[in-house]
């Protein structure tokens, strides 16, 4: 059974920092792309970035790159997004998502239909 739970939300100051674990079971970090997306109210949910499974290549939405990274922990089974300098407008509901990858992956990877399996989410709230 393939779970994905989420953590390390929480209320942040603009200008501050969190890091969001997703920590996965049932399936393999070297077949699995990990994905992670935001929903903020009354907006589509939005790719923010994702680590693809072979090579561990890295794709990141224009209004997050230079802020936020993802790195995965293969022994925890663990994908993190360490996200700096947050914005007001980060505030959302994050999701962490898993898919296959495959050859033309870097044109899909923020669409959410391309994923099979997602954790609950995690509210991350940015706010004076």
């Known amino acids: 059974q393939v779970q994905l739970v989420e953590s390390g939300g929480g209320l942040v100051q603009p200008g501050g920092s969190l890091i969001l674990p997703c920590a996965t079971s049932?399936?393999?970090?070297?077949?699995?792309?990990i994905g992670w997306f935001r929903q903020a109210p009354g907006k589509e949910r939005e790719g923010v970035s994702c680590?693809?499974?072979?090579?561990?290549?890295?794709y990141y939405a224009e209004s997050v790159k230079g802020r936020f990274t993802i790195s995965r922990d293969n022994a925890k089974d663990t994908v993190y997004l360490q996200m700096n300098s947050l914005k007001p407008e980060d505030t959302a509901v994050y999701y962490c998502?898993?898919?296959?990858?495959?050859?033309?992956?870097?044109?899909?990877?923020?669409?959410?239909?391309?994923?099979?399996?997602w954790g609950q989410g995690t509210q991350v709230t940015v706010s004076s």
């Open positions: 998502a898993a898919a296959r990858p495959w050859l033309g992956w870097g044109s899909t990877w923020a669409l959410d239909h391309e994923y099979d399996f």
């Open positions: 680590m693809s499974s072979n090579d561990g290549s890295t």
């Open positions: 049932g399936l393999s970090l070297d077949y699995y792309a």
